[in-house]
């Protein structure tokens, strides 16, 4: 089955940096575009960023450009971001996940879009 395992979370302090990785077994995500989403306590899970499947097109959510960039390994099945200068209104759950279609080129924010997602990684940042 596919899983998707993400790891690089904890506790730091604001301007800090971060780096989130996504291991993919049981799928070559190499075809799929894919998305890192955060959920905090009691608000909906949002898009924080998204790659399509050859990497060559990024989104990201306003409150996140210029400090975050998701990237990835196809050849190590994994995709990354690298949270630099974070804040405390950046602590939430983070989770990736893959897209259900093959080879699609732009971005979804949409969770539904989106088929596999791995168990989510704490980022807790204090001020």
């Known amino acids: 089955q596919v899983q998707l395992v993400e790891s690089g979370g904890g506790l730091v302090q604001a301007g800090d940096s971060l780096r989130l990785s996504c291991a993919a077994s049981?799928?070559?995500?190499?075809?799929?575009?894919m998305g890192w989403f955060r959920q905090a306590p009691g608000k909906e899970r949002e898009l924080v960023a998204s790659?399509?499947?050859?990497?060559?097109?990024?989104y990201y959510a306003d409150p996140v450009k210029g400090r975050f960039t998701i990237s990835r390994d196809n050849a190590k099945n994994t995709v990354y971001l690298q949270m630099n200068s974070l804040k405390p209104e950046d602590t939430a759950v983070y989770y990736c996940?893959?897209?259900?279609?093959?080879?699609?080129?732009?971005?979804?924010?949409?969770?539904?879009?989106?088929?596999?997602w791995g168990q989510g990684t704490q980022v807790t940042v204090s001020s």
């Open positions: 996940a893959s897209r259900r279609q093959l080879f699609t080129s732009g971005t979804s924010s949409y969770t539904g879009d989106y088929d596999f």
């Open positions: 049981g799928r070559s995500i190499s075809r799929y575009g």
């Open positions: 790659i399509n499947w050859s990497g060559g097109s990024t």
